[in-house]
């Protein structure tokens, strides 16, 4: 016989992973409800066309793309954000402005799998349109910092840079917009002699060269102080020097809004995803060398989907890792706290009674299971223990024939004959 195991790069979450990962998801709910962003349910399939056109080659030779039965080239999506871009362009498009809107769900990439990275994961998604103000960045900024913090993570800080810097550059030495993209997604990787090489190949001029080699090594967490030096290194770039300063807006404004993470700004800093066009940053904690969460400005994504233009920004969240985070860093997170409870019939004659009253008990919002495996006192009693169960209720004919039952606190080890009636205020 085969022995059936998930499909690399996929994974099952166990009742207690699945409870974490569902706390999660659930503050990504709360903070989106309290920054005021709508949820969105948009399909896990769309087409093709409409996922690969912005995402960039490196998201695009990733997707798990296939033909339907009917023909059609889809692919189940790699993020949310192209989504969002259709709704906007489409149904959304006479609504008011700015919208915020909010997704989580699963992802798919074609990811080499390793900690962290895996083809199926989960993001949280939350995206403001219809303000290009840096007050709508420092927004997105500080929601994210809320989140980490709502989860309890510790010493999360924030790498952010600015596509508008060396794209001004570029502009300004009219470098294609293809090759521009090249050397971002070498940017990205790292890979930055390649990427100067690029840009030398291009006949940039040798001032640029010079500009774009102090450049990338400008970072720093004084935000002004670096700021500054860009500024500076940067100045016979009027474009560059604009999104510069915006950068330096955005951050203030984040600090002033209680973002208090660590921030570091680099220069050279780029992100895989094509469509970005302004700040762009990703948030990590030391205790794992891969980003938690990553976005950025785009304003002319909705626009290329065929919208009205619409400035926007937004940020995922990869949940996946921050549950890797809170491991790392031992962070428990609590759930709603609901009361185990376990009922135990003491002979097959009590089984209906003992359904009734878990019943009653659960429309108080216990949790409540029977003993099903018919099992003696003493043995169902030695298993609720292991499994961390509060209470038992015991149901025995002699104090059943008075209304009553037996509870049993699992933890103090206390034990009581009690009205049925009684039962769920004892609990509570
Ligand atoms: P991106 O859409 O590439 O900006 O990714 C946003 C976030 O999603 C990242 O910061 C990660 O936390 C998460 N993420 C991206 N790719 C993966 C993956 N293959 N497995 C798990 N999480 C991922």
Not at 132 to 150: C, V
Not at 290 to 315: K, S, W
Not at 339 to 366: H, T, Y
């Amino acid at each position: 016989m085969t022995e059936f195991k998930t499909v690399r790069g996929m994974r099952d979450f166990l009742p207690q992973e699945a409870q974490t990962l569902r706390t999660v998801e659930a503050r990504t709910r709360k903070v989106a409800e309290l920054y005021g962003y709508g949820e969105i349910i948009t399909p896990v399939v769309e087409s093709y066309e409409l996922l690969s056109a912005k995402a960039g080659d490196e998201v695009r030779s990733r997707m798990f793309a296939f033909k339907d039965l009917g023909d059609r080239d889809v692919a189940l999506r790699p993020e949310f954000t192209a989504s969002v871009a259709r709704l906007v362009a489409t149904s959304m498009r006479n609504e008011p402005r700015p919208f915020r809107l909010f997704s989580v769900g699963t992802i798919y990439r074609y990811d080499e799998p390793q900690k962290g990275r895996y083809r199926e994961f989960w993001q949280s998604n939350f995206e403001l349109l219809g303000s290009n103000r840096p007050e709508a960045d420092a927004e997105i900024l500080m929601l994210t910092n809320g989140l980490l913090e709502k989860i309890g993570l510790k010493n999360h800080a924030f790498k952010i840079g600015h596509v508008g810097v060396l794209r001004g550059i570029f502009s300004q030495e009219n470098v294609d917009e293809s090759i521009q993209s090249t050397v971002m997604q070498l940017m990205d990787k790292k890979q930055y002699d390649d990427a100067l090489e690029t840009v030398q190949k291009a006949r940039v001029s040798e001032r640029c060269l010079k500009v774009l080699r102090r450049l990338v090594e400008l970072k720093g967490d004084k935000i002004l102080d670096v700021t500054d030096k860009i500024e500076e290194c940067i100045k016979d770039y009027e474009m560059a020097v604009a999104a510069t300063r915006n950068l330096r807006e955005i951050l203030k404004l984040a600090r002033q809004g209680g973002c208090n993470a660590a921030m570091t700004v680099e220069a050279g800093f780029e992100r895989g995803l094509e469509y970005y066009t302004g700040m762009i940053f990703e948030v990590y904690v030391p205790d794992l060398n891969i980003a938690l969460g990553g976005g950025g400005r785009y304003d002319r994504l909705i626009e290329l989907f065929g919208g009205a233009p619409t400035p926007a920004v937004g940020v995922a969240h990869g949940l996946d890792r921050i549950l890797l985070a809170m491991k790392e860093q031992k962070s428990g997170l609590k759930g709603e706290e609901t009361k185990k409870v376990v009922i135990i019939p003491i002979g097959d004659e009590l089984r209906g009674e003992a359904l009734r009253i878990s019943q009653k008990l659960r429309e108080s919002n216990l949790s409540v299971e029977v003993e099903v495996m018919g099992r003696k006192m003493a043995k169902a009693l030695e298993d609720a223990d292991r499994r961390n169960f509060d209470y038992a209720v015991i149901i025995g004919e002699k104090e059943l024939k008075e209304g009553a039952v037996v509870l049993r606190n699992l933890k103090s080890r206390e034990q009581n004959t009690l009205k049925i009636e009684e039962l769920k205020k004892r609990i509570k």
